[in-house]
């Protein structure tokens, strides 16, 4: 297993994807070796200097806090991670859009975490396994880190974190519904949460039943009828950004506080969790007798 | 085509934008002209005044809904008009209530906020009717039959993605990768924000070709060497967008939500005719990872990209010219 780079920035930076490929090497992907970081510093471009929320240092503390403390068990990594690093990387949704950000975050800051996370274990068909190289470089919800950072964007209600944990301790449903367009709608991701947190909804094939359920109905269904949810004012996220200034680093028991947006409508999401749970009896789930 | 298991109104909502404001950090607002939108291209183009200081857009919307909306025998209640912004780069989805604007009218309208800190590129707008019908409440009954691009940097508005061309010594530049093209023209990033052309201004000349203005010969070689270079660069952005795809759990390739899905969108039925662009996807994808049929596909590939970048128009162009001017040295 690789350590981090010898020479690890100070500050996060952007890494182009195109300048991307020299250092994702297939030794990194198997977890053997390491790049050196000073070829990798000549290519980035530098992020303006005066901003707080670039330094690499509580970021770097963090992927190490998680390694130690889910050494037994890393899949439990992302339901502690993913809310720490929203709080501790600060962004708007426009920067966090930036794959560059998260290309540098992976391969110069730290790709030994990505290989910890993410490289497969040695098995009689797989005797010699390689970490997916968009765990390093890809799609939004595919990349090791970008992938909790919109977890947590998308799950967490206004300041509370308490349904990402939730969320992100369910692979399946991180896996299949961080890509689909229903989860952009905030009263949606709260009701899916509820009905996971009340055991309605347990197994993988029952997250992939519902999700698809809820997207068929979705077509002929205007949600947003249904279940309304209120606009937010950009203030208040400028707010909390330019708080990172001054922020203590995140709390490694409890859970750290997001931005003070309003959470979606209360009522918006019980009327969804009650409609996806009526959904849910009569969608077809892999493995169940159908009707439930 | 989609089958509802309720009635609809067969005919789409005609969307108009009707103003554009900026508000901006220091809270004051700025009006932006009737250029930065088009009702032809259906877009609007918020980069038009140059800001980068501005927290929020206004967008002023007005609709009309397709007759038969009022009938007094329509099988829906609660009819309401909702304006949609999606965002598929940054999993953003606003939503905005229209009203009536008389008692008894097909036309509502209202506005639209854009929040600059959650766009990076392009949005889509579409809006929606939606009723109670048979007692279902939120049953969209029509929609706009083609969304509006919110184009939150560029600044003219055009539907299509326009390729971004920049300049560099690939030489000198500071970003070292380039050094590896010295010898190039120019190369493709197509994994900018959008699809971007770099060109090599080490080769000597190249942008005084470029940057001409002149209406001669030299502006139409100039064409012919931005059509190429689209070409290069629309083959590119497909390959790249195909060989990402995202596949379903069901084995189905996904669209990307990015860009590159709109290019994907634009070019597949140029690649594949006659299907929908779904089935069209599921097709390249199955040649693309299957035992055969990629290699037949790179000529309609190309092709799609020619069409993309107007290749066609710039060399007749560009022979017409040279035409006239070998007629006016013959006489």
């Known amino acids: 297993m690789i350590t981090q780079p010898n020479h690890v920035p100070e500050r996060l930076a952007l890494l182009g994807t195109s300048a991307v490929d020299p250092f994702l090497t297939e030794e990194l992907l198997r977890g053997e070796q390491v790049h050196g970081g000073i070829d990798l510093a000549k290519v980035v471009e530098p992020l303006p200097e005066d901003d707080a929320r670039w330094w690499i240092e509580p970021i770097r503390s963090l992927v190490e806090d998680a390694m130690f403390a889910f050494r037994e068990d890393r899949t439990r990594a992302d339901a502690w991670l993913a809310p720490r690093l929203h709080a501790t990387l600060r962004l708007t949704r426009r920067e966090a859009a930036d794959k560059r950000l998260w290309n540098h975050l992976a391969l110069a800051v730290a790709p030994d975490y990505i290989v910890w996370r993410h490289l497969p274990e040695v098995t009689a068909k797989q005797p010699e396994p390689r970490v997916a190289a968009q765990r390093f470089s890809g799609p939004a919800d595919r990349q090791c880190f970008s992938r909790l950072w919109w977890a947590a964007e998308l799950f967490r209600n206004g300041p509370d974190y308490g349904p990402v944990e939730i969320a992100c301790g369910n692979q399946d449903l991180i896996h299949t519904v961080l890509r689909m367009d229903l989860i952009d ?55 909390w950004i330019a708080e990172a200034e001054s922020a203590q680093p995140v709390d490694r028991h409890g859970l750290p506080d ?35 | 085509m989609k089958i509802y298991p309720y009635k609809r109104l067969s005919r789409s909502i005609a969307l108009r934008v009707t103003s554009v404001s900026l508000r901006l950090s220091d809270g004051t607002r700025d009006r932006l002209e009737t250029s930065a939108y088009s009702t032809q291209q259906q877009a609007v183009a918020l980069g038009i005044a140059g800001r980068t200081d501005w927290v929020s857009a206004t967008i002023g919307l007005s609709v009309t809904l397709p007759p038969g909306v009022n009938a007094p025998d329509a099988p829906w209640s609660e009819l309401c008009v909702l304006a949609v912004l999606t965002d598929g780069e940054t999993n953003v989805r606003t939503s905005v209530n229209l009203t009536l604007d008389t008692e008894g009218g097909h036309d509502w309208s209202g506005a639209l906020e854009v929040l600059r800190d959650d766009h990076r590129g392009r949005a889509s707008l579409a809006v929606y009717a939606v009723g109670t019908v048979d007692g279902v409440r939120g049953r969209s009954i029509t929609e706009t039959d083609r969304s509006w691009i919110i184009d939150t940097v560029s600044d003219e508005p055009v539907r299509d993605l326009q390729l971004e061309v920049r300049q560099a010594s690939f030489k000198r530049s500071s970003r070292e990768w380039l050094h590896a093209y010295a010898d190039a023209p120019w190369i493709v990033d197509t994994s900018a924000r959008v699809p971007t052309v770099l060109v090599n201004t080490d080769i000597e000349g190249v942008m005084g070709l470029l ?26 952005v497909f390959h790249g967008a195909i060989g990402d795809l995202e596949v379903e759990s069901g084995g189905g390739p996904v669209f990307p939500t990015d860009w590159q899905g709109e290019v994907l969108r634009e070019m597949l039925p140029d690649v594949i005719p006659g299907v929908h662009v779904e089935e069209a996807l599921r097709q390249v994808h199955r040649r693309r990872t299957g035992e055969s049929g990629w290699v037949e596909l790179q000529t309609r590939i190309h092709y799609a990209a020619v069409r993309r970048a107007d290749a066609g128009k710039a060399l007749a162009y560009a022979i017409r010219s040279l035409e006239q001017k070998n007629r006016e040295s013959e006489t």
């Open chain 1, 258 to 292: 997001g931005p003070d947006e309003d959470p979606a409508p209360e009522e918006s999401v019980a009327a969804l969790t009650g409609y996806f749970a009526e959904l849910f009896e009569t969608a077809p789930i892999r493995g169940r007798e159908s009707g439930g």
């Open chain 1, 185 to 239: 709608h905030r009263p949606t991701a709260q009701a899916l949460v509820r009905l996971l947190k009340s055991g309605q909804v347990t197994t993988g094939r029952e997250v992939n039943g519902l999700s698809t359920a809820i997207n068929t109905a979705g077509a002929t269904l205007i949600y947003d009828i249904l279940a309304p949810d209120e606009p937010h004012d950009p203030a208040t996220l400028r707010d």
């Open chain 2, 211 to 236: 940057d001409s203005n002149s209406s001669g010969v030299e502006s139409k070689v100039r064409d012919l060497l931005v059509a190429q270079m689209a070409t290069d660069a629309w083959t590119a």
